[in-house]
């Protein structure tokens, strides 16, 4: 492709456009007001209506129309199965007059999927007390069951070591250069953390496998209504391991260092209440937060040349990582003693 003419990477969409395009497809009544809220991976927008509050996300163009009605799709399942849930609950998509749920968008820099969700008027739970945890854990369990009865058809990735640990790899070595000193701990970290995870996977009954929300950190499932946490932004939802669903929970940055034990035995506790969750399954937690931990490197890769820019991402950024990777002692390394062995 020649770059002679002007070209977009990642546009902001006016919200002006976006009520031109969208605004007559819903019977939500008229767009009264409709304002860009958040940019995050995909865009957000807050869209007052004569009807209530909605939340608009424009997806960024590498979601394609597949990967949004999955997700639509398994939404759709939960949000029958999850009704009479005392513990959980979705936040919808909202069907168009003409009985779909996402439209294609022009953008400068391609075509963007938009769908609009119920707004969940709630209150967000930091999940810094027990209490507060241990009624997570039981709604990420109930989330849990409903989605070992969700039927989505739709082809799919999995959450697996692929996806959490080789492309991520392939994406950081191919930006810090082959030859760059890192390169190859990252490698053999990268090896090293996928022996493990095969080990603990292969014991016994194996580890508990099956559909995950894939982003369950706290920012987007700890919206309380009532009695309920309402879970939403299933972008990253596939086959996986549930260890690496709620190894998110364990590691989210929300809570003080001190109390994350106690906070942590809580949520279990919770969880446990509703869904079974081995002790396997349990120890494996660690070496799925370290998994995470890599994939969100990776993330910051695949986001740099387009969103983030590169200044932010150098050496730095790189050695916090190596630094991090390599406390784990996942390498064994001279003076280095192993907790995870």
């Given at each position: 492709m020649v770059y002679n003419e002007p070209t977009a990477m990642r546009s902001v969409l006016s919200p002006k456009y976006l009520k031109h395009v969208l605004g007559g497809q819903y019977s939500v009544g008229c767009w009264d007001n409709c304002t860009f809220w958040l940019r995050g991976l995909n865009d957000t927008y807050r869209v007052q209506t004569e009807k209530g509050i909605y939340i608009l996300r424009v997806y960024r163009t590498e979601v394609t129309e597949a990967d949004v009605q999955y997700e639509l799709s398994v939404l759709s399942n939960l949000q029958s199965m999850l009704a009479a849930s005392p513990y959980a609950d979705v936040a919808e998509a909202i069907t168009k007059t003409d009985e779909s749920q996402h439209t294609v968008v022009h953008a400068?820099?391609?075509?963007?999927?938009a769908v609009l969700?119920?707004?969940?008027?709630?209150?967000?739970?930091?999940?810094?007390d027990e209490a507060s945890c241990h009624a997570f854990g039981q709604s990420a369990a109930e989330l849990h069951a409903a989605m070992d009865r969700v039927e989505a058809e739709l082809p799919r990735y999995?959450?697996?070591?692929?996806?959490?640990?080789?492309?991520?790899?392939?994406?950081?070595?191919?930006?810090?250069?082959?030859?760059?000193?890192?390169?190859?701990?990252?490698?053999?970290?990268?090896?090293?953390?996928?022996g493990r995870i095969v080990h603990a996977a292969s014991q016994g009954g194996g580890l508990d496998w099956g559909l995950c929300h894939g982003d369950m950190h706290g920012n987007n499932n700890a919206f309380q209504q009532g009695g309920k946490y309402v879970h939403y932004d299933f972008e990253w939802s596939a086959m996986g391991w549930r260890a690496y669903d709620l190894a998110q929970v364990k590691i989210r940055k929300r809570q003080a260092e001190e109390d994350k034990p106690t906070l942590?035995?809580?949520?279990?506790?919770?969880?446990?209440?509703?869904r079974d969750f081995s002790a396997a399954d349990e120890q494996a937690v660690d070496l799925f937060a370290i998994a995470r931990r890599f994939?969100?490197?990776?993330?910051?890769?695949?986001?740099?040349?387009?969103?983030?820019?590169?200044?932010?991402?150098?050496?730095?950024?790189?050695?916090?990582?190596?630094?991090e990777f390599r406390s784990t002692n996942i390498v064994q390394e001279p003076g280095h003693s192993n907790p995870l062995s």
């Open positions: 400068p820099e391609g075509p963007r999927v969700f119920r707004h969940v008027d709630g209150v967000e739970n930091v999940l810094r999995d959450l697996d070591l692929r996806f959490l640990i080789d492309d991520p790899l392939e994406r950081i070595v191919n930006y810090i250069g082959e030859q760059h000193a890192a390169a190859a701990f990252l490698r053999a970290f990268a090896e090293a953390l996928k942590w035995q809580a949520f279990m506790a919770g969880y446990r209440s509703v994939w969100v490197m990776g993330l910051d890769v695949a986001f740099i040349e387009s969103d983030m820019g590169a200044l932010d991402y150098g050496e730095d950024w790189l050695n916090d990582f190596v630094e």
